[in-house]
């Protein structure tokens, strides 16, 4: 158990610690349940700071959400809102910018959550504990846990993949080598050992894996906790998910070419370094995208107009099927869909394969930021309605401000009526149309000649690549 003398000064970022904590929040569209959530850690009052991090360019959401830290204010937590004036850096600059304040230097902790995560009232005193005795210990990372898995096809087939993220790979790497990538948000940081492997860094898109590698590099280790669950969302429409994962697949090749001489370097271990160089990066982060990319959406169709070229049904499909049943074991209620998983993974490989490349060679799309827009269905509460809710006295000259937000919203309420009743409309990916058309004409061709079992499989691959290309996948865009 914790008591008040296991730790002092602690922080957290976007949730608690105990003895005096900080936690950073950093605001997208879903502030109100996230920000209670915060407010509602099991954790002293006294020993708990909290900043709101708010990087919205929206007047009347940075109203809302300032009025909203007020009201917490008022009740009695030790909450701050911060809104950066010069937004440079997207979230690693955010991030720097609010541990760079005065008073984070009297704190040892931070946790960091996102804006649509609400973690459980026992969140700190689940992770905090791991920090006891051992000092070592640089990182605590949290499971996510998704309310929308099932909300259509695209989120089930998007939980299988998280589901052997976090069960496998990072609870993997955590027991053997007390290494994995931070996955940016319902983690718990040692203030120590992100000021000793450089802070936040601004120079790639996926922060959250650069001070992780820069962290285990200095001798850090970290503990995944796979029974500590995060409550978040999953992206619904496809043209949200694709930029996901273009980003997730770029940002770790930049990172690849700007560390690798400082692994080479590092005093860890050969075999640290092996892992990190070779299976981190090489196999997980270039590899397996290239070989997908090349073989299901080159080489396979090409075969088929070359008659000599022959590939065994081993290759094809039974390799590409134990793949895919091993990546759902840990989802086993997904069995149903180990089909559309295998099609739809090869049909992903373009988006992989773009943003690898463009992150390998500092192509134009490289530094590409797009914030992955979320539904806020963990938030499901009218946005006018809940402003409205009975509010404890504040400052007079708060009041105004409260009311124009509310006029606002009440505008951009009509508005979205408005659009909800235009049809939404489907957004054309010509790459994976293209690609449709090319598998689709080989496995006409082989049907047609020879009727082998690699006809049935490009027939379902450039069906899938055509459901995708024209976004019947996921949630339409408005």
Not at 259 to 272: E, M, V
Not at 371 to 381: H, I, L, Y
Request: net charge neutral.
């Amino acid at each position: 158990m914790l008591d008040g003398q296991c730790f002092r000064n602690l922080v957290v970022v976007d949730y608690e610690i105990w003895n005096q904590v900080v936690c950073l929040f950093a605001v997208v569209q879903v502030y109100q349940q996230s920000i209670a959530a915060v407010c509602n850690l099991d954790w002293p009052q006294e020993k708990l700071l909290i900043q709101v991090l708010d990087d919205s360019d929206d007047p009347s959401t940075q109203i809302l959400i300032r009025e909203e830290v007020m009201k917490w204010r008022d009740q009695g937590a030790n909450i701050l809102y911060r809104h950066r004036v010069i937004r440079d850096g997207y979230k690693a600059g955010n991030l720097k910018s609010a541990m760079g304040c005065s008073y984070v230097k009297d704190y040892e902790f931070v946790a960091i959550f996102d804006a649509d995560f609400q973690p459980n009232p026992d969140f700190l005193k689940r992770t905090v504990i791991h920090f006891k005795d051992n000092d070592e210990v640089g990182l605590v990372q949290a499971r996510w846990s998704f309310v929308n898995k099932d909300e259509n096809l695209l989120t089930r087939l998007q939980y299988i993949n998280m589901s052997f993220h976090f069960e496998v790979e990072q609870q993997v790497n955590g027991i053997f080598i007390n290494f994995f990538s931070f996955n940016g948000t319902a983690g718990v940081w040692r203030i120590k050992a992100l000021e000793e492997s450089c802070g936040w860094l601004e120079r790639t898109t996926v922060e959250d894996m650069d001070i992780a590698v820069r962290a285990h590099l200095n001798g850090w280790k970290f503990v995944y906790l796979n029974d500590v669950e995060c409550q978040c969302e999953l992206p619904e429409s496809y043209e949200a998910y694709r930029k996901q994962q273009h980003r997730w697949s770029s940002g770790p090749m930049q990172l690849f070419r700007l560390c690798l001489p400082d692994i080479i370097r590092s005093k860890i271990s050969i075999w640290k370094k092996f892992n990190m160089i070779f299976l981190f990066f090489i196999l997980r982060k270039l590899i397996l995208p290239f070989d997908s990319f090349t073989f299901f959406c080159i080489i396979l169709p090409m075969t088929m107009f070359i008659p000599e070229a022959e590939l065994p049904a081993w290759v094809v499909c039974y390799i590409p099927a134990a793949t895919s049943l091993l990546n759902i074991l840990p989802a086993p209620k997904s069995f149903p869909f180990i089909v559309p998983y295998l099609l739809f993974e090869n049909t992903m490989s373009v988006t992989k394969f773009n943003g690898m490349i463009s992150g390998l060679f500092q192509l134009g799309s490289a530094y590409e930021w797009v914030v992955t827009k979320k539904s806020g269905r963990s938030s499901k509460g009218d946005p006018v309605a809940l402003v409205e809710k009975e509010m404890k006295p504040q400052r007079a000259n708060s009041e105004p401000n409260l009311a124009e937000a509310k006029e606002e919203l009440q505008i951009q309420a009509k508005k979205a009526s408005a659009k909800k009743k235009k049809k939404k409309h489907n957004r054309i990916s010509m790459k994976e149309l293209s690609l449709a058309f090319l598998l689709l004409t080989a496995a006409a061709r082989s049907l047609f000649y020879s009727q082998s079992i690699h006809s049935y499989f490009l027939l379902f691959q450039g069906v899938s690549f055509l459901l995708v290309g024209l976004d019947l996948i996921g949630e339409q865009v408005d």
